[in-house]
């Protein structure tokens, strides 16, 4: 994230597009609608009436899956219209000459004919976006989880560059993290492709410093993504895994592949808080220690570094991952020894992390710290770029519609798409033992559009089943035009109505995040 959440208050415009923001990031969602009421204008772009489509200035309607071509529709007006920001091109981009020709194609009624969004919203929103003295874009998985993602996002950054809106206080992309620490996990390295602070594997100064630092040799090539770890045990490639706070029994796509593949490992591992239905599946479970339970710090989705006090003590033989971590590494003879606890990991991150070189727990006591922060005299970065990029030039990508890897057909005819809702959390491990929000909402509700419901003869609270090319699940049904007609949303908190065993495992070509947003299903009632 470019810019800091409460910066969403100064912005004059904000562009909201593949997040639910008020349900699965409801602190970000209550800033905006803050800003809202305070003056700021709002662009949604969803495919389902949500809660900011009530505070929304625009709202893009468009079809699942078309991301990009919407993307390069608002740039093509901005560019038609004279309204980009040409010193900010000149002085701080490379590529512009190449993408600007791309995107000539990409004219409001070309992309109405693509998205279903008219033609003259398309032109009413790239004027919003482009004419502020400050906007943002802030986006979520709707945008990422594609085949298209890594194209979507660098749509958005071809957006932010072209106007401008990027390096100062209020403009900037707001990428939402979808759970509380996933930052400060890929700060720390936990990608296949990068050692801490973002260094590439490949480099061999990198790779010789963070050698000599740890003591041991160190592979030169990067690793399996998750998508790739488990194609790969399926094939007998990888023989066994070592899970650590994630459900992938209900969280991956194509669940009867995922499961098929984790019985066909040798050994598993399953470190977590709760029985999971992967960790059932486990040969050995470690128990772990919950965020009340330990100390350390959380790296939140604006770059924040904050501490995290223990407030009980674990139960039975539960202990922090760490501990539990250096448990394993002295039995395997590698001697780790942080006697000092988090803290001394922390100042071991500050050494061989420069991103977080000027952070330690002292000065975490009060408030947290946002980085680059790269010496202890250095207050924190608010905000990002703002006289350069961390590669030099911003770049402008040629990205060119296209469509999903799966869409509906007359086999499967409608279009399956999936989410959050606010009252329950990613696959239920922790919110379904709860009985407050399980009073609320306890079981799946999959929303169907009420044109839908009349042509298969479905009522409101319904029994279903849902059934795509990789499996099928039975779900009740709300009938709601919350959803466009043609198009099935359901989410994957309940193990019972699992829409992951529907979804699509085809990925992205570069970062591998699978086509969970876009697939094609049938339906029928169940008697």
């Known amino acids: 994230m470019t810019n800091s959440i409460n910066e969403l208050l100064k ?13 699965a990031h409801p602190v970000t969602g209550y800033r905006i609608k803050q800003a809202v009421r305070s003056g700021t204008k709002l662009i949604v772009a969803d495919p389902r009436k949500i809660e900011l489509t009530r505070y929304a200035d625009l709202w893009l309607r468009l079809r699942p899956g078309t991301n990009g071509a919407l993307l390069n529709g608002l740039a093509h007006v901005i560019l038609r219209d004279d309204l980009w ?8 981009s490379e590529g512009f000459a190449e993408w600007r020709d791309s995107v000539e194609k990409y004219d409001p009624r070309y992309v109405e004919n693509i998205t279903g969004v008219p033609a003259s919203l398309i032109e009413q929103a790239a004027h919003l976006y482009a004419k502020a003295q400050r906007a943002c874009i802030v986006y979520a998985m709707g945008i990422t989880q594609h085949t298209s993602g890594t194209n979507n996002v660098f749509g958005i950054a071809n ?21 509380n620490n996933v930052q400060g996990s890929c700060d720390m390295g936990c990608l296949p492709n990068f050692f801490p602070s973002y260094q590439h594997v490949a480099d061999e100064g990198v790779r010789h410093r963070f050698s000599e630092f740890w ?79 330990k100390e350390g710090t959380v790296t939140n989705t604006e770059r924040r570094i904050q501490r995290v006090r223990r407030a009980v003590l674990p139960p039975g033989e539960a202990k922090p991952d ?10 395997l003879g590698h001697p780790w020894q942080y006697p000092g606890g988090p803290a001394q990991i922390m100042e071991e991150i500050a050494r061989v992390t420069p991103l977080y070189g000027g952070i330690n727990y002292s000065r975490l ?28 030039k911003g770049k402008f990508h040629v990205v060119e519609h296209l469509p999903p890897d799966e869409e509906p057909d007359e086999q499967y005819p409608l279009l399956l798409t999936t989410g959050r809702m606010l009252y329950q959390f990613h696959t239920g491990s922790m919110s ?53 007609p043609g198009v099935l949303f359901m989410t994957f908190h309940f193990k019972e109505s699992a829409a992951n065993f529907l979804t699509n495992p085809a990925t992205d070509p570069i970062c591998k995040i699978p086509e969970l947003k876009v697939c094609g299903v049938r339906i029928k009632k169940v008697h």
């Open 11 to 23: 912005t004059e415009v904000i562009f909201l597009i593949g997040a639910n923001t008020t349900e």
């Open 85 to 92: 920001n040409k010193e900010f091109v000149a002085v701080r």
């Open 159 to 179: 957006l932010a560059i072209l106007t401008g809106h990027v390096g100062r206080e209020g403009a900037g992309v707001y990428p939402l993290r979808g759970q």
């Open 215 to 293: 003591g041991t040799p160190l592979p030169d090539h990067p690793g399996y993504t998750v998508t790739e770890m488990f194609k790969a045990a399926g094939r007998g490639e990888i023989k066994a895994m070592y899970i650590m706070g994630e459900n992938p029994a209900l969280s991956d796509p194509d669940l009867n592949h995922v499961l098929e593949s984790l019985k066909a490992l040798d050994f598993l591992v399953v470190q977590d808080i709760f029985l999971t239905e992967t960790a059932q599946l486990a040969d050995v479970v470690l128990p772990a220690a919950s965020t009340a339970e």
């Open 322 to 331: 760490w501990e539990i971590l250096v448990m394993m590494a002295n039995h």
């Open 365 to 392: 006591e009060e408030v947290g710290l946002q980085w680059p922060c790269p010496d202890p005299d250095h207050p924190g970065t608010p905000y990002l770029h703002a006289e350069r990029f961390s590669r030099g």
């Open 432 to 484: 379904r033992r709860s009985k407050g929000l399980n009073a609320i909402h306890d079981k799946e509700l999959a929303m169907l559009n009420p044109d839908d419901a009349r042509q298969y003869g479905i009522g409101d609270g319904q029994l279903v089943e849902v059934e795509s090319r990789r499996g099928k699940i039975n779900t009740l049904v709300q009938v709601t035009d919350h959803v466009p």
